[in-house]
């Protein structure tokens, strides 16, 4: 069955950096765009980043441009998110999602359980 | 960006009661929405994609309907496992952008 395991997360102090990885199993990973999404505690969710199948094309909200970078690694089925200069707002659970538009034209379907960051000095 | 208003904020109600949940874009996303409910703790999980199809092994019991700015998500009979906090997705126009959420609660 399709899977997405983050992992990654922790505590940090603001300014410093962390990778945020997501592990899928079960579809062929090369073959879907991959999204993170977060959602900081006890608030709503936030789409901040979006990946295409073969890592040709990334997209990001202004929020986080120029200090979230998506990548992927195909060989590796596996998903990472490098996070810069890291704020105190920046603390949320993130979440990997499958991009399946071309599939069904809809929103992202498996969501993994997410990885928290927590950032604070 | 689009902005997608989502109202209520909050509602409570009862076993048995049918539950609506509008979802307004600031501008037309076509069928691009999606809807999801998410428990705590839980990842969100969806329900309706592409505005009014029901997702594989959702219950009949919920619905959803519109296109251009205007959706609404419905329950037809609240069940206690629906106790939860929904949220439509609009993938129209990036950024995409989420509703604030619509929490359900037991009256």
């Known amino acids: 069955q399709v899977q997405l395991v983050e992992s990654g997360g922790g505590v940090v102090q603001p300014g410093t950096s962390l990778r945020l990885s997501c592990a899928a199993s079960?579809?062929?990973?090369?073959?879907?765009?991959i999204h993170w999404v977060r959602q900081a505690p006890g608030k709503g969710l936030e789409w901040v980043a979006l990946i295409s199948h073969d890592g040709s094309n990334e997209y990001y909200p202004d929020s986080v441009k120029g200090r979230f970078t998506i990548s992927r690694d195909n060989s590796k089925n596996t998903l990472y998110l490098q996070v810069n200069s890291l704020r105190v707002e920046d603390t949320a659970v993130y979440f990997c999602?499958?991009?399946?538009?071309?599939?069904?034209?809809?929103?992202?379907?498996?969501w993994g359980q997410g990885t928290l960051v927590t950032v604070s000095s | 960006d689009i902005q997608m208003t989502q109202s209520p904020s909050s509602l409570s109600a009862s076993v048995g009661d049918r539950v609506t949940i509008t979802c307004r874009a600031s501008q037309d996303i076509r069928n691009d929405l999606g809807w999801y409910q998410q428990k705590p703790g839980k990842a969100p999980k969806r329900l309706i994609y592409a505005a009014f199809n029901l997702q594989s092994g959702v219950p009949s019991r919920f619905s959803g309907s519109g296109s251009g700015t205007e959706f609404t998500l419905a329950i037809s009979s609240l069940q206690p496992e629906d106790f939860a906090t929904y949220y439509c997705?609009?993938?129209?126009?990036?950024?995409?952008?989420f509703g604030q959420g619509t929490k359900v609660e037991i009256k």
């Open positions: 079960g579809f062929t990973f090369s073959r879907y765009a």
């Open positions: 999602a499958r991009d399946v538009r071309g599939i069904d034209s809809g929103s992202p379907d498996y």
């Open positions: 997705l609009q993938h129209n126009t990036y950024p995409w952008t």
